[in-house]
């Protein structure tokens, strides 16, 4: 058991990626799909909040489950699963304001009370949130949980910003941006790196989000109007380009010959 933690065999083992230029490219591109996707379907497409809900559940439940049983990285089932769960992150947020009236404010403090305990459960019982070390079904449950809880909190705290707090698409873009940008320079300068990474996730969904409504509203409403079918196609279309690129990295690494 102990060979689980040299850094050869954690590289192995772990079903996260790496955290690198790539991984926050597509996690951005990701929650503005999240938040695109969503809106083209339940409004555009016309299927409504409900249907798209329970097909996008669906679809979330067996990418997870693809996930689950993976016994590596795999690049393009970890990315479905989180595009997956950047569009069902949204529908909930949509759902409890738009279908059931919870104010923003209310949405966004529940969410970051349950991702708090999402935390301090899964650091009582594994003693660390590094994506580093997921290579137990335990801690990819927690840490799935937490990317879930993420992707909520982050879809409400946009709204609550750009919508009740009336910041707008474009500043709340800013915003949020320039938050990333702190937390990015804190990092550099020596910040905990757990902390900084889970941070930044969290600010990278209503970031992207925010982008995403930037992109697809009208522009009577304070948005660029190129609408949510072209802005998903386009954003969706580089997410594909960039997993490609992973998943044939990855398997040119493995197919290495060992170096003796």
């Known amino acids: 058991m102990n060979t689980l933690s ?13 955290v690198t230029l790539s991984f926050w490219i597509i996690k951005i591109l990701s929650t503005t ?13 016309g299927f409504g909040q409900g249907v798209t809900g329970a097909m996008m ?37 949509d759902l409890l304001t738009d279908g059931l009236g919870v104010s923003l404010y ?11 305990g999402i935390f301090a459960v899964w650091f009582w019982v594994e003693r660390t949130l590094s994506i580093h070390q997921i290579f137990t079904r335990r801690r990819e449950l927690f840490y799935w949980s937490a990317i879930l809880c993420t992707f909520a ?10 919508e009740a707090l009336g910041l707008g698409f474009t500043w709340g873009a800013v915003s949020f941006g320039a938050l990333i940008a702190i937390t990015y320079t804190l ?7 757990v902390l900084t990474f889970w941070i930044g996730y969290i600010l990278t969904r209503p970031f992207g989000a925010s982008l995403g409504d930037l992109l697809t509203q009208a522009k009577i409403y304070g948005g660029l109007g190129i609408g949510a079918m072209w802005t998903s196609a386009l954003f969706l279309t580089v997410i594909v380009m960039l997993v490609a690129v992973a998943q044939f990295s990855l398997g040119s690494r493995m197919n290495a010959p060992a170096v003796k």
């Open 6 to 18: 040299t850094p050869a065999a954690s590289n192995w083992l772990n079903k996260v990626p790496e």
């Open 153 to 162: 909190l982050g879809t409400a705290a946009g709204d609550l910003a750009t």
């Open 57 to 93: 559940g669906t679809l979330l439940a067996v990418a997870l489950f693809m996930q689950l049983r993976t016994r590596r990285y795999t690049p393009w089932i970890y990315w479905l699963t989180v595009v997956l769960i950047s569009v069902v992150g949204t529908l909930i947020t």
């Open 33 to 45: 799909v999240g938040e695109t996707g969503a809106d083209f379907l339940a409004v555009n497409a």
């Open 106 to 116: 209310v949405s966004t403090s529940a969410f970051a009370v349950a991702l708090a």
């Open 187 to 193: 990092w550099r300068m020596g910040g905990n790196a």
